[in-house]
């Protein structure tokens, strides 16, 4: 099992709805979680960070987490096509360790 | 601008070369990452520091690849004896402290002919 998987998209909608991203995390001592974002030929940037159970709201970002099916989620309202970009799941594992998911390509189309 | 500074930008060698790549983070980080990224790939993970102290190592990691932290400023990554699959973006990023937000710089782009 990977330690960190996400659905690889791309995941297409269109501006103005809401795109739903995944993550599952197998370290069930992970206690930290992120969102980063990574425009096309660019590093990785930080969106989100959420560290308890239940929802964490950031303007049109919503981050969910439950630990106990080790799963988080990120939702973007009102897609616009500026977010199109690969959004990085990253559990900080048991020992502090940062690692990323493959990532989902999301593509919002105008 | 992130503040964290990698060199060079870019890398071509030939195979069977030794390449190095430094990282310079934000100075008052004391936690440093090295990661790995191919195409439609995340960033893999290759190894950490806490200070000048190593932390971790990926198992995939072969023992072609070395870091170091010298007195727990920049940090250095050398790659020995490159092969093709070497070949790929190197990410440095840089933290405060575990579990806060990691600054990457913009990578060194790896490509062994």
């Known amino acids: 099992q990977k330690e960190v998987e996400q659905n690889s998209g791309p995941l297409s909608v269109p501006e103005g709805a809401i795109a739903s991203l995944n993550c599952t995390y197998s370290?069930?001592?992970?206690?930290?979680f992120f969102w980063y974002r990574q425009y096309s030929g660019k590093s990785p940037e930080l969106i989100m960070s959420?560290?308890?159970?239940g929802d964490k709201e950031d303007g049109r970002f919503t981050a969910q987490l439950n630990k106990a099916s080790q799963y988080v989620s990120l939702l973007i309202r009102d897609s616009q096509p500026s977010d199109s970009a690969t959004y990085l799941c990253a559990p900080s594992e048991t020992t502090n360790k940062l690692i990323f998911g493959t990532g989902t390509l999301l593509a919002v189309q105008p | 601008d992130t503040g964290v500074s990698q060199n060079p930008r870019h890398k071509i060698t030939k195979r069977g070369q030794n390449v190095t790549f430094r990282c310079d983070p934000i100075s008052e980080h004391n936690r440093l990452y090295w990661y790995r990224q191919t195409l439609g790939q995340g960033p893999e993970f290759l190894t950490y520091?806490?200070?000048?102290?190593?932390?971790?190592k990926s198992r995939l990691l072969s023992d072609r690849f070395s870091a170091e932290r010298p007195k727990g400023s920049f940090s250095t990554l050398e790659i020995q004896r490159t092969e093709q699959g070497d070949s790929a973006m190197y990410l440095c990023a840089s933290l405060r402290g575990p579990d806060t937000e990691a600054f990457f710089g913009q990578g060194t782009r790896l490509t062994v002919v």
């Open positions: 959420i560290y308890s159970n």
């Open positions: 370290d069930r001592g992970s206690q930290s």
């Open positions: 520091f806490q200070n000048e102290a190593q932390l971790e």
